[in-house]
């Protein structure tokens, strides 16, 4: 059984552009949720989709945004793009029928470098 | 607000010993904990889920516990081996908000010496 696939794996931006990262869940997970890793903070919630719904976002600017097509996949996009969004992105996934109960699994991450 | 501290926030032992990690929230009310590993610069992998209603789950050498009135979690590792050298991250999921949300402690780095 497949994991939770992230892409791309590495990317560099320059302050000002836009980046979009890419998450396929595991088979059957309907819940995808995005993660902020950094030194500094540590890992912070972003935001949350099932069944295509945002069902929870946490407090980060709108310059972050995301969304869920109708087989689970979920894309994350953040616009102009600023030095402390260089971070690693991590998405996990869980069936999110019974909430608040499932084991959230994670993928291996997208690590962006903002110049 | 819900609070996750996790300490020490770094411990170096020889391999063999058996260690505690030790994990605190501020809200009890929760739906369950999650105790997971990081390896530099990888994801993170689940390693045990205690469910608010439960006490402790083990799954092989690793054992962790639940006391959801004070707050606490400790996750046991019996015989560490050098392949146990990770950062241990300790995540609850509150009641509050009602969603797949995580709350991480900011981790315990750990470093097993042959």
């Known amino acids: 059984k497949a994991g939770v696939t992230q892409t791309p794996r590495y990317l560099i931006k320059t302050r000002g552009q836009q980046v979009t990262l890419s998450c396929s869940p595991i088979?059957?997970?309907?819940?995808v949720s995005w993660y902020q890793q950094t030194p500094g903070q540590g890992l912070q919630f972003l935001f949350e989709y099932f069944s295509e719904t945002q069902r929870n976002k946490g407090n980060f600017p709108g310059r972050f945004s995301g969304r869920q097509f109708s087989n689970s996949r979920s894309e994350m996009n953040v616009s102009t793009l600023e030095l402390g969004d260089s971070a690693l992105y991590l998405c996990a996934s869980s069936l999110g029928t019974k909430m608040g109960t499932g084991e959230l699994f994670f993928g291996e991450g997208s690590r962006l470098t903002v110049l | 607000k819900q609070e996750v501290t996790q300490i020490p926030a770094a411990l170096s032992v020889p391999e063999g010993e058996n260690l505690v990690l030790n994990c605190s929230f501020t809200d009890s009310a929760i739906y369950n904990l999650q105790w997971f590993r990081q390896d530099p610069g990888k994801g993170l992998t689940s390693l045990l889920l205690?469910?608010?209603?439960?006490r402790e789950q083990t799954s092989g050498r690793l054992n962790a516990s639940l006391d959801k009135s004070s707050g606490r979690s400790t996750l046991y590792i019996a015989a560490s081996q050098p392949g146990d050298s990770a950062t241990y991250l300790c995540?609850?999921?509150?009641?509050?908000?009602?969603?797949?949300?995580?709350?991480f402690g900011k981790g315990t780095k750990l470093t097993v010496n042959p």
């Open positions: 205690i469910q608010s209603s439960q």
């Open positions: 088979s059957g997970h309907r819940s």
């Open positions: 995540a609850v999921r509150p009641r509050e908000g009602g969603s797949e949300k995580l709350v």
